[in-house]
Structures are given as C-alpha cells and as structure tokens.
C-alpha cells in the first residue's frame, strides 16, 4: 500500500489496517498530509472521546511497516501484534497503551516514546534505542532488548519478566519497583539506575556493571544468579544488600581457593 493511500484511508475512518504491506521508509511525519492526520487522531483519539464513544482503536495487526519515518506521531491504544517495524523512527511517538505484543522493533528508534502500560510482551527490541522513553508500568515479558539504548528510560513498576538485556545499556534509568525476575542483563551497564524496590529474583547478573546504581530495598537479591560476578562499585546499598553482596563474593572466593 502507498503511503498516501494510507493517510486517506485513516482520515476516511477506516480502522482495520491488517497484514497490509506499506511502502518501505515511507516518510509519513514528512507527507504533507501528516498536519492532518495527526490533528485527526488526536481528536478522534483523545481520552474523551475514548471514553464517551468507546472508539474501537487502529488495527496494524501482522503489517509490514518496516522502516516507516512517524516521529511524534499520536496512536494510543493501537493494535499491533507482530506487526514489523524494524528500522522504524518513531521518536516521540505517542503509543501509550499500544498492544504490540510479539512486534518486531528490531534497532526502531524510540528515544522519547511514550509507551506507558502498553503491551509489549515477546516483542524484539534487540539494538533498538529507548532512549528516555516512558515505558512505565509497561509489560516486557519476555522481550528480546540485546544490545539496546534504554538509557535515562523510565520503567518504573514495568513488568520484565524474562526478558534479556544482554549488553543492553541501562544508565540512569528508572526501575523503580520494575519487576526483573528471571530477566537476562548479562553485561548490561546498569549505571545510576534506580533499582529500589525492584524484584530481583533470578535475575541473571553475570558481568551487569550497577557502578553507582541504587540498589536500596531490592526484593529476592539473595537468589539472584551470578551476583558474586557483577561490577560494584559504589553501588548505593543498605546493609542488608551490603550483607548479602559481601557473602556471595566470600562464596567466590572460597571457590576459588579450593
């Protein structure tokens, strides 16, 4: 599908775009029509209007729209699972409460999304750049975030549950009550991230770097894996997180020496 068609068709009403095929690095925030649209969707999708018309929310299931240029584009609730969006620039979108599960964002730029408490379970995000996004109270479960920017990003409470940040960089960002169990961040560079109060369990922290990192009230650290191998360094602790890093790193050494 053309984008001009594209832009027609969603200022026509109609709502069910799947498994279309978009035209490659179409450059939608660059049409001249974009003014329009997105004066469109704010008013047709305002939280007003959402609740008084019980509007039913664009359907971008299984489509291709890899590489789409759509920076500060307004698409709240949007449904897109599995839909391709690799390479896609999104920067400032507005996608708060999307479902986009199993989506591939494969190295998407979202620096400053918003994506609060959407859905994006299973999606892969692997080298994408999350850049100060808001992704609070997100689902993640599961996704693949490998060697992305999440920088500054805030996921507070967000539920990552077995997702892998491997050689993912974590710096400054929020993860306040974040729910990391069974999450992957071998490597990740968690510098100055608040990790208060976040769920630890089984998180694997094989090589993680959390220099500076407040680590302060931290559930289940006791059972994190491969804890006595992560990079403290002035990591802001109480003394019971202190109590619990000093003996697995005495463990290691025991190891060691027999």
Avoid at 139 to 163: I, M, Q
Wanted: overall charge negative; aromatic content about 6%; proline content about 1%.
């Amino acid at each position: 599908m053309k984008g001009e068609e594209f832009i027609k068709k969603v200022l026509a009403g109609e709502r069910d775009f799947s498994r279309i095929k978009l035209e490659e690095d179409f450059d939608l925030s660059g049409h001249e029509g974009f003014a329009e649209l997105l004066e469109y969707l704010h008013l047709k999708y305002s939280p007003t209007m959402i609740i008084l018309c019980g509007l039913s929310p664009i359907i971008l299931n299984d489509s291709e729209l890899k590489g789409i240029k759509a920076e500060r584009l307004y698409l709240p609730y949007v449904c897109g699972k599995r839909v391709n969006l690799q390479g896609a620039d999104l920067e400032g979108a507005y996608l708060g409460e999307a479902n986009l599960v199993g989506a591939n964002l494969r190295e998407a730029y979202l620096q400053g999304a918003t994506l609060v408490e959407a859905n994006l379970e299973g999606a892969t995000l692997e080298g994408a750049s999350l850049k100060e996004a808001h992704l609070d109270g997100a689902s993640l479960k599961e996704a693949d975030l490998n060697g992305a920017n999440l920088e500054k990003a805030d996921l507070e409470k967000a539920d990552l549950k077995r997702a892998s940040f491997k050689e993912a960089s974590l710096e400054k960002a929020d993860l306040k009550r974040a729910n990391l169990q069974g999450a992957n961040l071998k490597r990740a560079y968690l510098g100055e991230a608040n990790l208060v109060g976040a769920n630890l369990k089984k998180a694997y922290l094989k090589r993680a770097n959390l220099m500076a990192a407040n680590l302060k009230e931290a559930k289940n650290l006791e059972v994190t894996l491969h804890i006595e191998d992560a990079i403290f360094n002035k990591t802001r602790v109480t003394e019971r997180e202190k109590a619990i890093i000093e003996e697995a790193l005495k463990r290691k050494q025991l190891f060691i020496v027999e």
